[in-house]
């Protein structure tokens, strides 16, 4: 059991908490609220962290990890354990990144002696509230200096794909279309700042009742992306969330060979349909997070398989994505019948399943496990994950809100205020977003296996996943998000133009 006392009246909100062991897995547990304090009953032996949301003060109000910590009677210090994770974890990225070695990072080198030192005063207090207090400082200063970090270390390695040309001819920007949508105003946005157009699959509509096929929505997307040269990304083509799954296949859900027939054949049918258009496919995506059939492991890297393999046949000229969902894997301490992301990613390399690259989501801003919002540096970290996998990853979808009201139009019809999902420096607004948006692809970009980024909606005015999540306004007005975008793409654009006439000109001499 773990215990936790809570000083300098911190609210204590337990939304999207959880336990986790070692590598950061997330783990079965009951957590509760006790006389000002926090309990937590775990399920599995060993040292065991909890992560929860927290005022930090100016850096916002984040999803954040302790250490790990041992069993005890006796209360830990909540303020000071959040404390010493976020120092340990910039010194951790120091010593990977090789910050040392870097005559400009003077500041921040100096900046963390400083945290590190208020982190030491903290753990010499006598009084656990004068303990708590200035473990409050350290870890407000530490966050800032973590996304500090986090961006240093980007522009450093986006300079250097900069001056390889690399940064503009392998990284692709891409914007999620939804299929209703028909207005010209939104197609001329898709047409002037985008290279791809990321269009959606859902079996749900493609097949609403069976052996009914309805793909005319999907035909008028994929001519126009033909007629005005932008690759076209698909997908997915199997994804058990309940808002992709037609009704008529759960008639099949305890009996896995006939349903596994329906899946191999759905896909066959659609690659077969669109083998010339689509560029990318998003073959499965969230398997290992949504399992509404309580399929097995092995039936799940069965299904992972068998589909990838079979797109890899009927479309070989085309890209095969394994995309991902909720990197942090919280929904596995609350689902028994899940898989952890870097273990299912690292079974689909290891059992050779034939697939082409991996495809990764970033939706933050509703008070959901997946989607409560984290700090630029522990983004930056996870994307360091999948370094080791050898295989390119792509931002199949990435979000945050505009607005902390509701909105009826998103997919979480109206209920997902994004002011519970805590909060990124100040309460979400237009700049913020567009700040963000920047931030947030600058690290992605920064990282050389990241070959794509897309924006997961275009507008607010139709159908979208995060509350006011998209690039335009309900009125299809551009937002300073999507000018923020334009003008950094205009920029790795212009900069590929010079580096290429660098090159005929070293060449010519």
């Known amino acids: ?121 903290a753990l010499k207090a006598r009084r656990s509230a004068d303990a708590a207090a200035m473990a409050d400082e350290a870890l407000a200063e530490g966050l800032v200096l973590g996304e500090k970090m986090a961006l240093y270390h980007a522009e450093i390695f986006i300079n250097r794909r900069k001056a390889s040309g690399g940064a ?112 990318y496919w998003r073959v499965v995506s969230g398997l290992h997070a949504f399992n509404n059939f309580n399929l097995s492991f092995e039936q799940l890297m069965e299904l992972t398989r068998m589909t990838c393999q079979l797109v890899k046949k009927l479309s070989p000229r085309s890209q095969v994505v394994v995309e991902m969902v909720m990197p942090w894997s919280e929904y596995y301490a609350r689902n028994q019948r899940s898989i952890p992301l870097l273990l299912y990613a690292d079974m689909a390399v290891q059992s050779g399943v034939k697939f082409d690259a991996f495809g990764l989501q970033f939706c933050l ?44 139009g998103d997919a979480w019809s109206g209920q997902a205020e994004a002011s519970r999902a805590g909060q990124w420096h100040a309460p979400w607004s237009q700049r913020l977003q567009a700040e963000w948006l920047q931030a947030f692809y600058r690290i992605s970009l920064s990282k050389p296996f990241v070959e794509s980024i897309c924006w997961r909606d275009l507008s607010d005015a139709t159908a979208h996943y995060i509350p006011h999540g998209g690039l335009l306004d309900d009125h299809n007005e551009p937002k300073l998000a999507y000018k923020e975008l334009r003008n950094f793409r205009a920029s790795l654009l212009n900069n590929r133009v010079a580096v290429m006439n660098q090159q005929r000109r070293n060449h010519g001499t």
């Open 1 to 121: 059991m773990l215990r936790f006392e809570v000083h300098n009246n911190k609210e204590i909100d337990l939304c999207g908490a959880y336990l986790f062991g070692q590598e950061g897995v997330p783990i079965r547990a009951e957590i509760a609220t006790r006389d000002g304090g926090i309990v937590c009953e775990k399920r599995a032996g060993g040292s065991t962290g909890l992560a929860l949301l927290w005022d930090a003060g100016a850096p916002g109000r984040l999803l954040l990890p302790t250490c790990r910590l041992s069993d005890s009677e006796q209360p830990y210090n909540l303020n000071l354990e959040l404390a010493r994770a976020q120092t340990m974890r910039i010194a951790q990225k120091r010593e990977d990144w090789g910050l040392f070695d870097f005559a400009d990072a003077e500041a921040i080198n100096a900046e963390y002696e400083a945290v590190r030192g208020k982190f030491i005063t």
């Open 168 to 279: 503009s001819m392998r990284i692709a920007f891409g914007c999620a279309t939804e299929l209703s949508c028909s207005d010209p105003s939104c197609q001329e946005r898709l047409k002037e700042t985008f290279d791809f157009l990321s269009i959606p699959m859902p079996w749900k509509h493609i097949e609403p009742k069976e052996g009914s096929y309805e793909y005319d929505l999907i035909d008028a997307w994929t001519s126009w992306a033909a007629g005005n040269k932008k690759a076209v990304h698909a997908g997915p083509l199997l994804n058990f969330h309940s808002s992709h799954l037609p009704d008529w296949l759960y008639l099949w859900e305890n009996d896995y060979d006939t349903m596994r027939e329906m899946v191999y054949d759905h896909i066959q049918r659609t690659v077969k349909r669109y083998q010339k258009s689509v560029h």
């Open 365 to 408: 801003g509703v008070p959901a496990d997946g989607h409560l919002m984290r700090d630029l540096l522990q983004i930056s970290s996870m994307l360091d994950e999948f370094l080791a996998f050898g295989k390119p990853l792509h931002i199949t979808a990435c979000q945050t809100p505009s607005e902390i009201v509701s909105d009826t």
